[in-house]
């Protein structure tokens, strides 16, 4: 009798937190989902346009820019076409992210003025847009500084 009535309270319970009641979300009632950079981390971010110019009418590059936020340290690495960058970036608040202490390395490749934009609109950024699909980097006076595409990678 004991042994049932034990196996009968641990169902029991497995049961009331399996099956509670969700939210449209399908998180739990009283759980909270954590909005702030879903569809942003772990992802490669494929540069498409910049300051308003598709990437195909810069010079070509030796590399495909782009970005990827990384979750641990929230570091960002990516390439701006030629050299390969990196750098933090802090999630403030919904859809506000900046980005600091950016470095890249030094080489020299013809036709620099992507990865020098590229940089600089990284640095002004200070909110994003995305639907895990699309990532979109805003400066408040600037507008839109960039446009990136989820893609597979390298």
């Known amino acids: 009798m004991k042994i049932i ?19 449209k ?3 739990p009632i009283g759980i909270k989902d954590d909005k702030q950079g879903k569809n942003l981390t772990e992802i ?5 346009e ?18 990827l936020l990384k979750e641990e340290r929230n570091r960002v690495e990516g390439t701006g076409g030629c050299n ?6 802090v999630l403030k608040g919904e859809n506000r992210i900046t980005f600091s202490d950016l470095i890249a390395t030094e080489m020299a490749c013809p036709g620099m003025e992507l990865e020098s934009e590229f940089h600089k609109a990284l640095q002004i ?6 639907n895990g699909k699309e990532l979109r980097l805003h400066n408040e006076s600037a507008g839109l500084v960039a446009v990136f595409q989820a893609s597979s990678g390298k």
Not at 84 to 89: A, D, P, T, V
């Open 84 to 89: 390969s960058m990196g750098g933090s970036y």
């Open 50 to 67: 910049l300051n308003g110019k598709p990437v195909s009418e810069f010079p070509a590059q030796n590399k495909e820019p782009y970005i």
């Open 5 to 23: 009535h034990f196996t009968t309270c641990i169902l029991s319970l497995f049961l009331i937190c399996n099956c509670a009641s969700k939210t």
């Open 125 to 130: 950024t200070d909110s994003y847009e995305t």
């Open 25 to 27: 979300d399908g998180n």
């Open 44 to 48: 490669y971010w494929q540069l498409t």
